[in-house]
């Protein structure tokens, strides 16, 4: 079994190479669920749907989002009352949007949930719906939200939660903290699949907000320190960059250096090998220096071709170092 710890977009482009290079019945994505929310009375997981939508082939692949030719009519009539809703009222959200095709997922998702089922057991069902052809994982059963703590435009400090910050503001203020509400009491779903797998991989997502939700489950970075010597990570940062999404400054507002160097210091305790990108070639030394054996290859995955080709370089760098 190879474990794939997954946030969004970069995960979602990782797992559709890995489907391509591994016999797909052998893959088990764990995905962050810290990102969901309640939108107009649905519940919403972001980062399922992206790794869902992508492996199925219906993403939208200009926004990395939502699904491809969408409409927006039910947005659209929605608005009409947002000008009679009371100040304290969330009706109406029109903020985050959702696809008139998207919505039916959360319908569905919503009336299994108030049924009773576990947000595992919906998901499964979703992802067979989508005939998506291995498992996919919440993180928990649970109730987790990430709330930041910003400094808003009007320069007063506030503590929000991650859509408002990430798609109401657009990423737009600065974070001064990371809180994951609900994350002492919330259980993992998947410590049985680290023990079982043969490679675990953290995919490249935002190692603060959609891999350090999954970390901060209890027993989770125990487990994964145990079987360090499976664990690989890919960089989500490229050349000190993101390549989407606010990676790079939020490791800056939060203490941390933005480059391959800092996301090494961050997996160093957990992982043995990091897959960086050829830009951040002059860093081999640095990141081995900080304990972990360095892989150097094309990680932009701009083609299928390149994802398969980052995937099986990446599984590769734990199965043949152990057959050696």
């Known amino acids: 079994m190879i474990t794939v710890v997954a946030g969004g977009v970069g ?4 797992l559709r190479g890995l489907m391509a290079a591994v016999e797909p019945a ?22 399922l749907d992206t790794v869902t939508y992508t492996v199925a082939g219906a993403i939208d692949p200009d926004r990395g989002w939502g699904l491809s030719d969408e409409s927006w009519r039910t947005m659209d009539a929605l608005s009409r009352y947002v000008g009679v ?6 009706a109406a959200n029109t903020w985050f949007n959702l ?34 052809p291995f498992r996919i994982v919440p993180m ?16 007063r400090p506030r503590r929000i939660g991650f859509q408002d910050y990430f798609v109401g503001r657009r990423h737009s203020v600065p974070v001064t903290a990371i809180h994951f509400d609900g994350i002492e009491s ?24 959609s891999i350090g ?11 994964l320190a145990s079987h360090r010597d ?41 992982c043995s090998v990091l897959v960086i990108d050829r830009r951040d070639e002059k860093s081999v030394d640095e990141i081995e220096r900080e304990g972990m054996r360095c892989v150097v290859t094309d990680t932009i995955m701009s083609s299928p071709e390149i994802s398969r080709t980052l995937a099986e370089t990446t599984i590769s760098s734990i199965v043949e170092r152990k057959s050696r």
């Open 11 to 14: 995960a979602a482009r990782f």
């Open 26 to 47: 052998s893959i088990n994505a764990v995905v962050n669920t810290g990102d969901d929310a309640l939108i107009n009375g649905l519940h919403v997981s972001p980062d």
């Open 85 to 90: 809703r009371p100040d304290d009222s969330s």
């Open 99 to 132: 696809g008139d095709r998207d919505i039916a997922t959360h319908l569905y998702r919503t009336m299994r949930l108030n049924e009773g089922a576990t947000l595992t057991e919906v998901t499964d069902e979703i992802r067979r719906a989508w005939d998506v």
């Open 140 to 155: 928990t059963d649970d109730s987790v939200a990430t709330k930041v703590d910003v400094i808003d435009d009007d320069g």
């Open 186 to 209: 919330a259980r993992p779903t998947f410590l049985d699949d680290l023990d079982n797998s043969e490679v675990i991989a953290l995919a490249p997502s935002n190692p603060l907000v």
């Open 213 to 223: 939700p999954i970390r901060a489950l209890a027993g989770v970075d125990d487990r």
């Open 230 to 270: 499976r664990v690989v990570a890919v960089s989500p940062i490229v050349a000190g960059a993101a390549l989407k999404g606010p990676a790079d400054r939020m490791l800056v507002e939060l203490g941390h250096e933005p480059t391959v160097v800092g996301v090494a210091r961050l997996y160093a305790p957990v």
